[in-house]
Each structure stands twice: as structure tokens, then as C-alpha cells.
């Protein structure tokens, strides 16, 4: 008898394009050109969130400077991003979705997986390309943008069927063709295998799909850890994840924020001002999640786009910014120079290993009772008055003193949204 597993029914809906279509969509003024949303040139946030198919055609690719845009395409026609109008479509996608099922999995405003097992037509099991292609029609019909569906017996391959075929297409992988269709594909192409991680791979040989799946397992656990076993078993078709339940939180892991600085970051203070403005808006999502980090990254982007990352335990659990920003810029510090002390670009900090607030905290001679309690009541304090006036309403003073930080705030520039995390790794 097979089991549940093996007869799921999968979807994973992609809106293609998502920022810059919308866009289009709303602004009749700008179909037929090539169109990217971008940052704000002026603040050297210049990066391409998204571009259209005929910006693509043009060589325009997310991700890259805007400058790098503009040599390939000339005539491209930037925008700036409107998050409360791409929630909108993406919620409005999402009611379409329910109905059909109820377990729904977002993976960022653009991309969610459908289970839809169990929805009976005609009395018997919905045939999962027939219904892909009812959403893709209704989506197109109801909110005038287009979406590329996966289909298939798990999340893995089903997230793979959306991106190989695009705009507005239905691709299946089924048991029957997934040998066929993708082990000839990098290996790369699957989910959560990035360019780290497909570098490793392909130093031992391991270039497709198809040879990941037919590895030997010493070798991946050697290369990658227990990840190169699971990596393994989603390239064999084994991916038993679940699509969690319409409105299911996930379960964080960490919270994170990175931005490029409105000019370059010269000396410690420019840094400072950096990381005191990153670590605010972390902690105050941490406090908000009622969490605490036990463990601090600092990434670092330098003028000739070099880039490292360095990480840390922390003496204690916190969620305070004080704390949060002292142990980036000591992580800073102890690389900065060996990095070849060029201008600061682009910083980031990410805060993991969370635990709850007011878990079991070890006893710690680097701070007391008092003052941890302090810190407390100032945080509540200061998170009172932000979400009764707003985020600026108060600034640290570091960030005052330099007049070209005036006003910055990582947390309205660079806010993240929450994407689905996949429960088997």
C-alpha cells in the first residue's frame, strides 16, 4: 500500500517577475519597455530587486548594481518598490489559492506551495497539471499578472517545475520523469544548493542533479555535513516536508538585516554609526518576537566587492542593541585589516541561535541583576514610543552626529519579509 506521502500532489506557484509586473500592470505607461524595480540611486541603495522579460532579454539581471543595468540597457525605465502594493497581489493570489486547499506554504509575497491533496473532481484525485493551469488562467484573468506552477510529489521537485519554465507555463516532474528531466540539469538548480555549497560540490565531481543523487554519502558528509545527505535524498525524489497550514507561522531561526551605506564607510566611526543602525532594527524585531540571539555574524562588502563574514557566541542571550552592535564591531575589527582595509560598501549582521525571553539564562559575572534589568525597561520603553510615533522616533545619538546618516533607518530601507522554512533542513 503506498503511502500518504508517496501520493501527494504538490503545487508551487511562482509570480513571475513579481515587483516589476505589478508594476506594469499598475502603470499602463510602461508595457512594452523594459522596466526594473530598484532601490534609490541617490542613497546608493542600487541594486535590481526585479526586472521584466524584456529587460531580462536584455542581459538585466537581479541583484546587480544599477550602474551594470543601465551599460546593457540604456533605455531601462527604473521604479521604485511599492511593498504595501505587492502585499496586496500576494494576498489577493493567496485567496485564490484557497480554493483549492487549505494548507498553503508562502515562500516570500511571490512564491507559495500548494498541497492539494485530497481535492476530488469528478470523484476522484484532481489531476495536479489540470488544476495548475485553472490557477495560472484565474490569476492572469483576476489580477492581470502571470505565474509559472510546478507540479509534482514533493516540494523540492515542485519548487524546481516553477523555475524551469517561465513566464505564465506549467511544468510537471513526476515519478515516472524526474530521472529523465532533471538529473541532467546542475546541480545548482535545486533549492537551498548556492554558489558555496555547488562549489564544493563540483570540486568532487559532483556537476548534475544526477550525480548528487547517485554520490557516495561519505563523500557529502565529509563535504557538507548531515546537509549533504538530505541534499542527496531531494535529488533522489525523498523529500518528505510537509506544506504547512494556511497561517502557520514557520519557526524562526534567525533575524538578520544588511544594507549599503549612503557613501562609503572610511574609519570606525562610519562603521559604528552602520552597525548601531542594523542592530536597533534586529533587536527590536528580536524583543518583538520575544527573542534573544546567543549567536552574532557580521557580513562585510568592501569598495572592490570583497566580502567575508565573521561570527560569535555571545556571553549571554540578548536582544539589546548596546550588545548586538559592541560584538559586530569587534568581529569587524579583527578582520578589517586583514581583508586589505579597503572602503566598507555594503554590512550586515545576523543574529541566530535564538532562544525564548525569560528562558534559563546562565548566571554571568559580566553584568547584574540591575542592570540587565535597566536595559529591559529602557527597551520596552523606547519600543512603546516607536510603535505609538513611529520607528524614528527615537534615534540613537551616534547615528545623529554624522549629518549624511541623518534620518537612516535600516529597518524602512531594508525590511525583510518572512518566507516558509523548509522543516528538513
Request: charged fraction near 30%; glycine fraction near 8%.
Amino acid at each position: 500500500m503506498k503511502s500518504v506521502f508517496e501520493e501527494r500532489v504538490i503545487l508551487h506557484v511562482d509570480i513571475n517577475n513579481c515587483y516589476a509586473s505589478i508594476e506594469c500592470r499598475m502603470n499602463p505607461s510602461l508595457r512594452g519597455k523594459a522596466v526594473a524595480v530598484a532601490g534609490n540611486t541617490e542613497d546608493r541603495h542600487g541594486i535590481i530587486l526585479a526586472k521584466n522579460e524584456k529587460a531580462k532579454a536584455m542581459g538585466v539581471k537581479t541583484g546587480e548594481a544599477i550602474w551594470e543595468s543601465l551599460v546593457k540597457c540604456p533605455e531601462l525605465t527604473l521604479c521604485e518598490p511599492h511593498y504595501d502594493l505587492y502585499l496586496k497581489f500576494s494576498k489577493a493570489a493567496r485567496n485564490i489559492y484557497r480554493d483549492y486547499t487549505d494548507r498553503i506554504e508562502p515562500f516570500g509575497l511571490d512564491e507559495a506551495w500548494l498541497d492539494i491533496t485530497g481535492l476530488f473532481r469528478n470523484g476522484k484525485q484532481a489531476d495536479g497539471e489540470e488544476i495548475a493551469n485553472e490557477i495560472r488562467s484565474r490569476i492572469k484573468k483576476e489580477l492581470g499578472i502571470t505565474v509559472s506552477v510546478g507540479v509534482s510529489f514533493n516540494k523540492i521537485f515542485a519548487k524546481l517545475g516553477s523555475d524551469l519554465k517561465k513566464p505564465d507555463a506549467v511544468t510537471v516532474i513526476s515519478k515516472e520523469n524526474f530521472r529523465e528531466r532533471i538529473w541532467g540539469l546542475s546541480a545548482g538548480e535545486l533549492i537551498y544548493i548556492g554558489r558555496h555549497t555547488r562549489e564544493k560540490l563540483k570540486n568532487r565531481g559532483i556537476i548534475t542533479i544526477g550525480d548528487l543523487a547517485c554520490a557516495d554519502e561519505k563523500i557529502l558528509k565529509c563535504a557538507l555535513g548531515v546537509n549533504g545527505l538530505k541534499l542527496k535524498r531531494f535529488a533522489l525524489g525523498e523529500d518528505r516536508s510537509p506544506v504547512a497550514l494556511d497561517g502557520e507561522k514557520a519557526l524562526i531561526k534567525s533575524v538578520s538585516n544588511s544594507t549599503t551605506s549612503p557613501r562609503d564607510l572610511c574609519n570606525d566611526s562610519d562603521v559604528k554609526v552602520v552597525l548601531y543602525a542594523l542592530s536597533e532594527s534586529i533587536a527590536m524585531r528580536l524583543r518583538n518576537m520575544d527573542q534573544k540571539a546567543r549567536v552574532i555574524t557580521v557580513s562585510v562588502r568592501n569598495k572592490v566587492l570583497y566580502t567575508y563574514s565573521r561570527q560569535r557566541h555571545t556571553y549571554f542571550p540578548t536582544n539589546d542593541a548596546k550588545d548586538i552592535a559592541k560584538i559586530a564591531f569587534e568581529l569587524f575589527k579583527e578582520s578589517y585589516s586583514k581583508s586589505g582595509g579597503q572602503p566598507i560598501r555594503s554590512i550586515g549582521i545576523h543574529a541566530g541561535d535564538l532562544v525564548e525571553n525569560g528562558s534559563f539564562e546562565q548566571l554571568t559575572v559580566f553584568e547584574s541583576t540591575e542592570n540587565s534589568l535597566k536595559k529591559k525597561n529602557l527597551n520596552n520603553a523606547v519600543d512603546d514610543l516607536r510603535k505609538r510615533y513611529g520607528y524614528l522616533c527615537v534615534t540613537r545619538g551616534i547615528i545623529l552626529s554624522d549629518n549624511d546618516f541623518r534620518g537612516f533607518s535600516t529597518r524602512i530601507q531594508n525590511e525583510v519579509h518572512p518566507v516558509g522554512l523548509m522543516k528538513t533542513v
